[in-house]
């Protein structure tokens, strides 16, 4: 039972990053019908660019906010120099370019940070909680904090706020939304700004567990794509069944398995989920009026 519990909490923690990936995925896609696989590169520039921050000398809020509003420029530059001028590309090409942003990103922190492994302290310290047994790192309890925090302040900011429910009009129409006066294309903007944001709390939170390097990303990027997938693409609270399931199938499989075959859940997953349920667990079945 001990081991159980140990599985599920470690399941927790990572599927809480996998989770903040996938709705990076939903936003972007829900406002531009784009599929970002330069996702993962956003986490990477948050722990990073915290990690180089703190070593510098400056204290972990002001390096962690420092390394959101960074990496939610970047993802803003992203959408107004590759995204925004292939508007009307066919959907491969689009999936393509962010893939090269991906490649792009990647070698330019290694060129701009370094090709090491980092990590820095846990914001609570590094001595371990008991639990019924199972021992729980105090940084794990920021991670899911964290994105529940997330969760709920978009919650908001979709249901609450003018400028939330003019992305979700121009995820739900953007020549409707254009029509009556919202800028579509600075929604655009946000949308990747938000996305990008939203990707390096994820790496603010997760580096002290998990540590961080220039080539994380690619890895980050699927187990994120298959989280939205699995929960429904373009569902937020998809992403997040998705996100948690998918981090305690992982720990599951390399607790009573083997870890060699715990990335391996991933591709089984996407695999699965186009074959049998392309909507997601979550994601509503699409019907076309003939």
Do not use: C
Not at 2 to 24: C, K, R
């Amino acid at each position: 039972m001990a081991d159980l519990l140990q599985f599920l909490m470690s399941g927790l923690t990572v599927g809480a990053v996998y989770a903040l990936l996938a709705l990076g995925f939903t936003i972007i896609f829900n406002a531009s019908g784009v599929v970002n696989f330069a996702q993962g590169e956003f986490v990477m520039l948050g722990g990073m660019g915290s990690a180089f921050a703190i070593a510098a000398g400056l204290p972990v809020p002001l390096a962690a906010l420092l390394a959101v509003l960074g990496t939610a420029a970047v993802g803003v530059a992203l959408n107004r120099l590759a995204i925004a001028p292939a508007r009307g590309a066919p959907v491969v090409s689009l999936i393509i370019i962010t893939i090269g942003a991906a490649i792009f990103l990647q070698g330019a922190a290694g060129l701009i940070f370094d090709k090491q492994i980092h990590r820095y302290p846990g914001f609570s310290g590094e001595a371990p909680l008991r639990l019924a047994g199972a021992t729980l790192l105090p940084q794990s309890l920021w991670v899911m904090a964290g994105a529940a925090l997330t969760f709920a302040a978009l919650w908001l900011f979709f249901t609450r706020t003018l400028t939330g429910k003019a992305v979700l009009a121009t995820a739900n129409n953007p020549l409707a939304a254009s029509l009556v006066g919202i800028n579509t294309k600075a929604i655009m903007a946000l949308s990747f700004g938000l996305s990008a944001a939203i990707g390096a709390v994820a790496g603010v939170l997760v580096t002290p567990i998990t540590m961080t390097a220039y080539n994380t990303g690619v890895a980050l990027a699927l187990s994120g794509f298959a989280a939205a997938m699995l929960g429904g693409l373009g569902n937020p609270l998809g992403a997040l069944a998705g996100g948690l399931l998918l981090g305690v199938l992982e720990a599951l499989t390399a607790g009573y398995v083997s870890s060699q075959y715990k990335d391996a859940v991933s591709f089984i997953l996407i695999i699965l989920v186009l074959a049998l349920m392309p909507q997601g667990l979550l994601g509503r079945k699409s019907t076309d009026r003939v």
